[in-house]
Protein backbone atom coordinates (compact mmCIF):
# COMPACT_ATOMS: atom_id res chain seq x y z
CA UNK A 1 0.00 0.00 0.00
CA UNK A 2 1.70 3.61 -0.87
CA UNK A 3 2.03 6.10 1.48
CA UNK A 4 -1.03 7.85 0.00
CA UNK A 5 -3.18 4.90 0.72
CA UNK A 6 -1.68 4.35 4.56
CA UNK A 7 -2.53 7.96 4.93
CA UNK A 8 -6.19 8.27 3.45
CA UNK A 9 -6.64 4.99 5.29
CA UNK A 10 -5.68 6.37 8.63
CA UNK A 11 -7.71 9.44 8.29
CA UNK A 12 -10.58 8.00 7.32
CA UNK A 13 -10.75 5.12 10.25
CA UNK A 14 -10.14 8.03 12.30
CA UNK A 15 -13.26 10.00 11.08
CA UNK A 16 -15.30 7.49 11.20
CA UNK A 17 -14.36 6.83 14.71
CA UNK A 18 -14.87 10.34 15.92
CA UNK A 19 -18.21 10.68 14.10
CA UNK A 20 -19.59 7.70 15.66
CA UNK A 21 -18.13 8.43 19.22
CA UNK A 22 -19.34 11.75 19.63
CA UNK A 23 -21.82 12.31 16.59
CA UNK A 24 -23.92 9.64 16.48
CA UNK A 25 -22.64 8.49 12.71
CA UNK A 26 -22.10 9.71 9.50
CA UNK A 27 -21.50 7.69 5.75
CA UNK A 28 -20.04 10.03 3.69
CA UNK A 29 -17.56 12.21 5.36
CA UNK A 30 -14.73 9.37 6.09
CA UNK A 31 -15.13 8.22 2.81
CA UNK A 32 -14.75 11.94 1.41
CA UNK A 33 -11.86 12.58 3.41
CA UNK A 34 -9.92 9.24 2.28
CA UNK A 35 -10.69 10.22 -1.35
CA UNK A 36 -9.41 13.49 -1.43
CA UNK A 37 -6.15 12.24 -0.33
CA UNK A 38 -6.11 8.86 -2.34
CA UNK A 39 -8.99 8.96 -5.04
CA UNK A 40 -7.87 5.25 -6.01
CA UNK A 41 -8.45 4.07 -2.13
CA UNK A 42 -11.09 1.62 -2.84
CA UNK A 43 -8.48 -0.08 -4.85
CA UNK A 44 -6.38 -1.31 -2.09
CA UNK A 45 -9.56 -1.03 0.47
CA UNK A 46 -11.35 -3.83 -1.83
CA UNK A 47 -8.79 -5.80 -3.25
CA UNK A 48 -8.90 -8.87 -0.73
CA UNK A 49 -12.75 -9.17 -1.10
CA UNK A 50 -15.07 -10.89 -3.23
CA UNK A 51 -18.00 -8.19 -4.03
CA UNK A 52 -21.53 -8.36 -5.50
CA UNK A 53 -22.83 -5.08 -6.68
CA UNK A 54 -26.35 -4.14 -6.20
CA UNK A 55 -27.96 -2.12 -8.38
CA UNK A 56 -30.93 -0.26 -10.41
CA UNK A 57 -33.74 2.12 -9.46
CA UNK A 58 -36.22 0.41 -7.12
CA UNK A 59 -35.34 -2.02 -4.35
CA UNK A 60 -31.54 -2.22 -4.04
CA UNK A 61 -31.47 -1.54 -0.08
CA UNK A 62 -33.88 -4.38 1.16
CA UNK A 63 -32.33 -6.34 -1.97
CA UNK A 64 -29.06 -5.87 -0.69
CA UNK A 65 -30.13 -6.86 3.20
CA UNK A 66 -32.49 -9.98 1.96
CA UNK A 67 -29.25 -11.05 -0.14
CA UNK A 68 -26.92 -10.46 3.44
CA UNK A 69 -29.40 -12.33 5.44
CA UNK A 70 -29.16 -15.41 2.83
CA UNK A 71 -25.07 -15.57 2.41
CA UNK A 72 -24.88 -15.27 6.38
CA UNK A 73 -26.46 -18.58 6.24
CA UNK A 74 -22.88 -19.88 5.08
CA UNK A 75 -20.59 -17.12 4.96
CA UNK A 76 -19.87 -15.41 8.09
CA UNK A 77 -17.52 -12.50 7.02
CA UNK A 78 -19.96 -10.47 5.03
CA UNK A 79 -19.44 -6.37 4.58
CA UNK A 80 -22.10 -4.28 3.67
CA UNK A 81 -23.85 -0.62 3.41
CA UNK A 82 -26.94 -1.26 5.57
CA UNK A 83 -28.07 2.48 5.28
CA UNK A 84 -28.68 2.82 1.82
CA UNK A 85 -25.31 5.24 1.43
CA UNK A 86 -24.26 3.92 -2.09
CA UNK A 87 -22.34 6.29 -3.63
CA UNK A 88 -18.63 6.37 -4.01
CA UNK A 89 -18.14 8.12 -0.92
CA UNK A 90 -20.25 5.79 1.56
CA UNK A 91 -19.43 3.10 -0.34
CA UNK A 92 -15.48 3.71 0.51
CA UNK A 93 -16.72 4.40 4.14
CA UNK A 94 -18.07 0.91 4.43
CA UNK A 95 -14.84 -0.83 3.82
CA UNK A 96 -12.74 1.68 6.13
CA UNK A 97 -15.61 0.18 8.66
CA UNK A 98 -14.50 -3.11 8.07
CA UNK A 99 -13.41 -5.50 10.66
CA UNK A 100 -10.74 -7.84 10.41
CA UNK A 101 -12.03 -11.01 8.58
CA UNK A 102 -10.92 -14.70 9.43
CA UNK A 103 -11.36 -15.62 6.13
CA UNK A 104 -11.93 -14.84 2.29
CA UNK A 105 -15.09 -12.23 2.97
CA UNK A 106 -17.78 -10.89 0.94
CA UNK A 107 -18.89 -7.45 0.40
CA UNK A 108 -22.11 -7.01 -0.44
CA UNK A 109 -22.62 -3.40 -1.68
CA UNK A 110 -25.77 -1.29 -2.97
CA UNK A 111 -25.03 0.85 -5.54
CA UNK A 112 -26.10 3.93 -6.97
CA UNK A 113 -27.29 3.09 -11.01
CA UNK A 114 -24.84 6.38 -11.93
CA UNK A 115 -21.71 4.89 -9.82
CA UNK A 116 -21.27 2.08 -10.79
CA UNK A 117 -18.73 2.71 -12.76
CA UNK A 118 -16.98 4.56 -10.52
CA UNK A 119 -16.68 1.52 -8.28
CA UNK A 120 -15.69 -0.92 -11.26
CA UNK A 121 -13.03 1.19 -11.90
CA UNK A 122 -11.15 -0.15 -8.80
CA UNK A 123 -12.95 -3.39 -8.14
CA UNK A 124 -13.69 -6.08 -10.45
CA UNK A 125 -16.85 -7.59 -9.01
CA UNK A 126 -18.22 -11.43 -8.51
CA UNK A 127 -21.37 -10.53 -9.90
CA UNK A 128 -23.82 -7.46 -10.74
CA UNK A 129 -27.57 -7.88 -9.45
CA UNK A 130 -29.77 -5.74 -11.20
CA UNK A 131 -33.34 -5.29 -9.83
CA UNK A 132 -35.59 -2.81 -12.35
CA UNK A 133 -34.80 0.14 -14.30
CA UNK A 134 -37.89 2.54 -13.74
CA UNK A 135 -37.77 6.37 -14.49
CA UNK A 136 -36.14 8.45 -11.63
CA UNK A 137 -34.42 11.07 -10.56
CA UNK A 138 -35.34 12.67 -14.41
CA UNK A 139 -32.33 15.64 -13.20
CA UNK A 140 -29.73 13.16 -12.73
CA UNK A 141 -30.25 9.87 -14.69
CA UNK A 142 -32.73 10.88 -17.83
CA UNK A 143 -34.78 7.93 -19.80
CA UNK A 144 -34.60 4.75 -18.76
CA UNK A 145 -31.98 4.00 -21.47
CA UNK A 146 -29.57 6.63 -20.20
CA UNK A 147 -29.66 5.10 -16.62
CA UNK A 148 -29.33 1.50 -18.03
CA UNK A 149 -26.54 2.84 -19.93
CA UNK A 150 -24.82 4.22 -17.02
CA UNK A 151 -24.87 0.87 -15.53
CA UNK A 152 -23.48 -0.84 -18.83
CA UNK A 153 -20.89 0.83 -18.63
CA UNK A 154 -19.84 -0.02 -15.55
CA UNK A 155 -20.23 -3.58 -16.15
CA UNK A 156 -18.06 -3.19 -19.29
CA UNK A 157 -14.80 -2.84 -17.05
CA UNK A 158 -15.63 -6.59 -15.69
CA UNK A 159 -16.62 -8.48 -18.75
CA UNK A 160 -16.45 -12.04 -16.66
CA UNK A 161 -18.29 -11.01 -13.63
CA UNK A 162 -21.79 -13.11 -13.72
CA UNK A 163 -24.95 -10.83 -14.00
CA UNK A 164 -27.99 -11.84 -11.96
CA UNK A 165 -30.90 -10.02 -13.64
CA UNK A 166 -34.59 -9.53 -13.47
CA UNK A 167 -36.02 -11.20 -16.48
CA UNK A 168 -39.05 -9.55 -16.60
CA UNK A 169 -37.86 -6.21 -17.80
CA UNK A 170 -37.63 -6.02 -21.45
CA UNK A 171 -34.50 -3.42 -20.72
CA UNK A 172 -32.04 -6.49 -18.85
CA UNK A 173 -32.64 -8.51 -22.27
CA UNK A 174 -32.03 -5.67 -24.66
CA UNK A 175 -28.72 -6.00 -25.15
CA UNK A 176 -25.52 -8.62 -25.98
CA UNK A 177 -23.22 -8.61 -23.34
CA UNK A 178 -19.85 -10.50 -22.93
CA UNK A 179 -20.68 -11.62 -19.46
CA UNK A 180 -22.59 -14.57 -18.30
CA UNK A 181 -26.37 -13.77 -17.47
CA UNK A 182 -28.71 -15.71 -15.03
CA UNK A 183 -32.41 -14.36 -15.09
CA UNK A 184 -34.59 -14.18 -12.45
CA UNK A 185 -38.86 -13.59 -12.38
CA UNK A 186 -42.51 -14.45 -11.86
CA UNK A 187 -44.00 -17.69 -13.40
CA UNK A 188 -46.90 -18.30 -11.50
CA UNK A 189 -49.81 -17.35 -13.85
CA UNK A 190 -51.01 -19.13 -16.55
CA UNK A 191 -50.94 -17.21 -20.17
CA UNK A 192 -53.33 -14.76 -20.51
CA UNK A 193 -52.54 -11.88 -23.51
CA UNK A 194 -52.45 -8.46 -22.73
CA UNK A 195 -51.01 -5.33 -23.33
CA UNK A 196 -49.96 -2.80 -20.63
CA UNK A 197 -51.51 0.50 -20.46
CA UNK A 198 -50.98 2.95 -22.98
CA UNK A 199 -48.66 5.44 -20.23
CA UNK A 200 -46.23 2.73 -19.09
CA UNK A 201 -42.27 3.72 -19.56
CA UNK A 202 -40.80 0.94 -21.60
CA UNK A 203 -43.06 -0.92 -23.66
CA UNK A 204 -41.69 -0.79 -27.01
CA UNK A 205 -39.16 -3.80 -28.11
CA UNK A 206 -35.96 -2.41 -27.86
CA UNK A 207 -35.05 -4.61 -31.22
CA UNK A 208 -37.91 -3.46 -33.83
CA UNK A 209 -39.76 -0.56 -31.67
CA UNK A 210 -42.79 -2.26 -31.92
CA UNK A 211 -45.81 -2.29 -29.30
CA UNK A 212 -44.72 -5.12 -26.73
CA UNK A 213 -47.49 -7.90 -25.73
CA UNK A 214 -47.29 -10.12 -22.40
CA UNK A 215 -48.62 -13.37 -21.57
CA UNK A 216 -48.79 -12.32 -18.00
CA UNK A 217 -47.89 -9.18 -16.40
CA UNK A 218 -47.04 -8.13 -12.66
CA UNK A 219 -46.61 -4.17 -12.77
CA UNK A 220 -45.39 -1.43 -14.92
CA UNK A 221 -43.62 -3.05 -17.81
CA UNK A 222 -43.07 -6.16 -16.13
CA UNK A 223 -43.81 -9.63 -17.14
CA UNK A 224 -43.50 -12.45 -19.35
CA UNK A 225 -43.44 -10.18 -22.80
CA UNK A 226 -43.02 -11.04 -26.03
CA UNK A 227 -42.74 -8.68 -29.53
CA UNK A 228 -45.35 -10.37 -32.03
CA UNK A 229 -43.62 -8.20 -34.76
CA UNK A 230 -39.82 -9.16 -34.42
CA UNK A 231 -39.89 -12.42 -32.07
CA UNK A 232 -37.91 -10.67 -29.25
CA UNK A 233 -39.23 -12.70 -25.80
CA UNK A 234 -38.77 -13.14 -21.98
CA UNK A 235 -35.65 -15.04 -21.81
CA UNK A 236 -34.86 -18.34 -19.98
CA UNK A 237 -35.60 -18.09 -16.16
CA UNK A 238 -32.94 -19.97 -13.72
CA UNK A 239 -35.03 -18.73 -10.55
CA UNK A 240 -38.88 -18.63 -10.74
CA UNK A 241 -41.38 -17.60 -8.13
CA UNK A 242 -44.36 -20.20 -9.21
CA UNK A 243 -46.56 -19.92 -6.51
CA UNK A 244 -47.74 -16.87 -4.98
CA UNK A 245 -50.07 -18.18 -2.27
CA UNK A 246 -50.37 -14.79 0.12
CA UNK A 247 -50.11 -11.40 0.18
CA UNK A 248 -51.05 -8.79 3.19
CA UNK A 249 -49.42 -5.25 3.49
CA UNK A 250 -46.86 -6.97 5.92
CA UNK A 251 -46.01 -10.46 4.73
CA UNK A 252 -46.36 -12.79 1.80
CA UNK A 253 -46.41 -16.39 0.99
CA UNK A 254 -44.92 -17.45 -2.08
CA UNK A 255 -43.18 -20.28 -4.08
CA UNK A 256 -39.43 -20.31 -5.83
CA UNK A 257 -38.43 -23.05 -7.76
CA UNK A 258 -40.61 -25.29 -5.86
CA UNK A 259 -39.19 -24.03 -2.29
CA UNK A 260 -41.87 -22.55 -0.08
CA UNK A 261 -41.02 -19.38 1.02
CA UNK A 262 -42.23 -16.67 3.77
CA UNK A 263 -41.06 -13.01 3.71
CA UNK A 264 -42.46 -11.00 7.09
CA UNK A 265 -43.06 -7.83 4.28
CA UNK A 266 -45.71 -6.74 2.49
CA UNK A 267 -45.47 -5.94 -1.39
CA UNK A 268 -45.47 -7.87 -4.83
CA UNK A 269 -42.33 -5.32 -5.41
CA UNK A 270 -40.62 -6.67 -2.27
CA UNK A 271 -41.29 -10.34 -3.91
CA UNK A 272 -38.65 -9.28 -6.47
CA UNK A 273 -36.59 -8.48 -3.86
CA UNK A 274 -36.50 -11.38 -2.48
CA UNK A 275 -36.34 -13.20 -5.77
CA UNK A 276 -33.14 -11.69 -6.22
CA UNK A 277 -31.92 -12.57 -2.65
CA UNK A 278 -32.69 -16.13 -3.63
CA UNK A 279 -31.16 -16.01 -7.07
CA UNK A 280 -27.72 -14.62 -5.17
CA UNK A 281 -27.99 -17.31 -2.70
CA UNK A 282 -28.47 -20.11 -5.10
CA UNK A 283 -25.25 -18.79 -7.55
CA UNK A 284 -23.05 -18.73 -3.83
CA UNK A 285 -23.93 -22.15 -3.34
CA UNK A 286 -26.66 -21.81 -0.42
CA UNK A 287 -29.13 -24.43 -0.12
CA UNK A 288 -32.90 -23.38 -1.29
CA UNK A 289 -33.52 -24.65 2.65
CA UNK A 290 -31.31 -22.17 4.06
CA UNK A 291 -32.59 -19.54 1.91
CA UNK A 292 -35.83 -20.41 2.79
CA UNK A 293 -35.05 -19.86 6.57
CA UNK A 294 -32.92 -16.58 6.33
CA UNK A 295 -35.94 -15.09 4.41
CA UNK A 296 -38.58 -15.91 6.88
CA UNK A 297 -36.30 -14.86 10.08
CA UNK A 298 -36.00 -11.05 8.83
CA UNK A 299 -37.88 -9.22 11.54
CA UNK A 300 -35.45 -6.44 11.90
CA UNK A 301 -35.73 -3.39 10.83
CA UNK A 302 -34.36 -1.97 6.96
CA UNK A 303 -33.71 1.58 6.68
CA UNK A 304 -36.64 3.30 6.06
CA UNK A 305 -38.25 0.77 4.28
CA UNK A 306 -41.35 -0.68 5.59
CA UNK A 307 -39.89 0.33 9.15
CA UNK A 308 -42.09 -0.06 11.98
CA UNK A 309 -42.01 2.31 15.07
CA UNK A 310 -44.35 3.59 17.83
CA UNK A 311 -45.52 7.42 18.39
CA UNK A 312 -47.43 7.04 21.60
CA UNK A 313 -50.44 5.16 20.68
CA UNK A 314 -49.88 4.83 17.00
CA UNK A 315 -48.39 1.90 14.92
CA UNK A 316 -46.37 3.95 12.22
CA UNK A 317 -45.19 2.38 9.18
CA UNK A 318 -42.34 4.56 6.99
CA UNK A 319 -42.02 3.96 3.47
CA UNK A 320 -39.50 5.13 1.41
CA UNK A 321 -41.13 6.21 -2.06
CA UNK A 322 -38.99 8.51 -5.08
CA UNK A 323 -40.76 7.63 -8.40
CA UNK A 324 -44.21 6.84 -9.62
CA UNK A 325 -43.78 3.11 -10.00
CA UNK A 326 -42.42 2.77 -6.54
CA UNK A 327 -45.32 4.85 -5.21
CA UNK A 328 -47.87 2.96 -7.05
CA UNK A 329 -47.18 -0.39 -5.56
CA UNK A 330 -46.33 1.29 -2.05
CA UNK A 331 -50.19 2.71 -2.47
CA UNK A 332 -51.40 -1.03 -3.92
CA UNK A 333 -49.79 -2.42 -0.56
CA UNK A 334 -51.26 -0.61 1.71
CA UNK A 335 -54.68 -0.15 -0.08
CA UNK A 336 -54.94 -4.09 1.19
CA UNK A 337 -55.01 -3.25 4.73
CA UNK A 338 -58.27 -3.86 5.72
CA UNK A 339 -58.27 -1.75 8.99
CA UNK A 340 -58.89 2.14 9.10
CA UNK A 341 -55.47 3.80 8.61
CA UNK A 342 -54.49 7.39 7.94
CA UNK A 343 -52.00 8.08 5.74
CA UNK A 344 -49.08 11.37 5.83
CA UNK A 345 -46.79 12.33 2.51
CA UNK A 346 -43.62 14.22 3.52
CA UNK A 347 -41.90 15.57 -0.29
CA UNK A 348 -38.72 16.80 -0.21
CA UNK A 349 -36.73 17.88 -3.41
CA UNK A 350 -32.95 17.87 -2.88
CA UNK A 351 -30.57 16.65 -4.60
CA UNK A 352 -31.04 13.01 -3.12
CA UNK A 353 -34.44 13.23 -4.08
CA UNK A 354 -34.77 14.23 -7.43
CA UNK A 355 -34.67 18.35 -7.51
CA UNK A 356 -37.62 17.72 -10.00
CA UNK A 357 -41.05 17.32 -8.07
CA UNK A 358 -43.46 16.54 -11.18
CA UNK A 359 -43.15 13.13 -11.03
CA UNK A 360 -46.08 13.38 -7.82
CA UNK A 361 -48.64 13.48 -10.64
CA UNK A 362 -48.03 10.13 -12.14
CA UNK A 363 -48.91 8.52 -8.83
CA UNK A 364 -51.98 6.91 -8.29
CA UNK A 365 -53.00 9.02 -5.16
CA UNK A 366 -56.36 9.61 -6.47
CA UNK A 367 -56.82 5.73 -5.46
CA UNK A 368 -56.57 7.22 -1.57
CA UNK A 369 -59.82 8.83 -1.18
CA UNK A 370 -61.39 5.59 -1.98
CA UNK A 371 -60.21 3.73 1.07
CA UNK A 372 -60.39 3.88 4.89
CA UNK A 373 -58.56 6.85 5.43
CA UNK A 374 -60.44 9.52 7.49
CA UNK A 375 -57.24 11.53 8.19
CA UNK A 376 -53.91 12.76 6.09
CA UNK A 377 -50.78 15.01 6.72
CA UNK A 378 -48.77 16.61 3.84
CA UNK A 379 -45.42 18.03 4.53
CA UNK A 380 -41.84 18.80 4.17
CA UNK A 381 -39.76 21.29 2.35
CA UNK A 382 -42.34 21.07 -1.03
CA UNK A 383 -45.24 20.73 1.36
CA UNK A 384 -47.13 23.23 -0.90
CA UNK A 385 -46.51 20.62 -3.97
CA UNK A 386 -47.67 17.58 -2.04
CA UNK A 387 -50.84 19.48 -0.38
CA UNK A 388 -52.17 20.59 -3.81
CA UNK A 389 -51.64 16.82 -5.00
CA UNK A 390 -53.85 15.43 -2.51
CA UNK A 391 -56.65 17.41 -2.77
CA UNK A 392 -56.40 17.37 -6.41
CA UNK A 393 -56.76 13.59 -6.11
CA UNK A 394 -59.45 14.66 -3.86
CA UNK A 395 -58.47 14.57 -0.40
CA UNK A 396 -60.57 17.19 1.69
CA UNK A 397 -59.75 19.99 2.88
CA UNK A 398 -61.18 19.13 6.18
CA UNK A 399 -59.58 15.55 6.05
CA UNK A 400 -55.60 17.17 5.97
CA UNK A 401 -53.06 18.47 8.03
CA UNK A 402 -50.14 20.52 7.31
CA UNK A 403 -47.08 20.09 8.43
CA UNK A 404 -43.94 22.09 6.91
CA UNK A 405 -41.98 21.11 9.62
CA UNK A 406 -40.92 17.96 10.32
CA UNK A 407 -39.90 18.60 13.83
CA UNK A 408 -43.61 18.41 14.17
CA UNK A 409 -44.55 15.35 12.93
CA UNK A 410 -44.87 13.42 15.72
CA UNK A 411 -46.77 15.49 18.01
CA UNK A 412 -49.16 15.83 14.46
CA UNK A 413 -49.55 12.18 14.01
CA UNK A 414 -50.30 11.70 17.37
CA UNK A 415 -53.38 13.39 17.09
CA UNK A 416 -54.24 11.53 14.48
CA UNK A 417 -57.88 9.31 15.01
CA UNK A 418 -56.74 5.78 13.85
CA UNK A 419 -53.94 3.58 15.19
CA UNK A 420 -51.99 2.63 12.10
CA UNK A 421 -50.48 4.98 10.24
CA UNK A 422 -48.74 4.78 6.82
CA UNK A 423 -45.95 7.74 6.21
CA UNK A 424 -44.49 7.93 2.87
CA UNK A 425 -41.50 10.28 1.98
CA UNK A 426 -38.84 10.66 -0.28
CA UNK A 427 -35.44 10.55 0.81
CA UNK A 428 -33.96 13.17 2.63
CA UNK A 429 -38.04 13.96 4.07
CA UNK A 430 -37.07 10.22 5.27
CA UNK A 431 -33.96 11.40 7.24
CA UNK A 432 -35.21 14.72 8.71
CA UNK A 433 -38.35 12.35 10.11
CA UNK A 434 -35.47 9.43 11.35
CA UNK A 435 -33.49 12.30 13.31
CA UNK A 436 -36.38 13.43 14.65
CA UNK A 437 -37.73 9.99 15.60
CA UNK A 438 -34.18 9.45 17.08
CA UNK A 439 -34.06 12.80 19.13
CA UNK A 440 -36.84 11.43 21.10
CA UNK A 441 -35.73 8.02 21.26
CA UNK A 442 -38.85 6.18 19.65
CA UNK A 443 -35.71 4.57 17.13
CA UNK A 444 -32.18 4.58 17.38
CA UNK A 445 -30.46 7.01 15.60
CA UNK A 446 -27.39 7.41 13.25
CA UNK A 447 -26.69 5.79 9.79
CA UNK A 448 -24.18 2.59 9.58
Known amino acids: MSINSTLATWTGKSAYW ?43 TLTTALTVKVLREQYPDILTNPSGSNMKQGIVTTFLRAPKAHQKPLAVLEVDEANVIMVTKYITPKAFVFTNIFRDQMDRYGEIYTTYQKILDGVALAPEATIIAN ?20 DYQPDHDQQAPANTDGLLCPRCQHILRYHSRTYSNMGKYYCPHCGFERPQLAYKLNALTAMTPTSSDFEINGQAMHLNIGGQYNIYNALAAYAVGRFMDVTPAKIAHALSDNDEQVFGRQETFHVGEKDVTLILVKNPVGLNQVLQTISTDERPFSFAALLNANYADGIDTSWIWDG ?25 RLKVAGVLEDQLTIVPDLTNMTTAIQKLPTKQVYVVATYTAMLQLRKQLASQGIIDGGMA
Do not use: C, M, W
Not at 44 to 57: E, F, P, Q, S
Not at 365 to 379: R, T
Open 167 to 186: GDLPLFNAKQLPNPILYYGF
Open 18 to 60: FLHTFRGGGSSLPGKLALKLDPTILKHLAKNYDVIVITGTNGK
Open 364 to 388: DFEKLPALNIPAYISGGERYRDITF
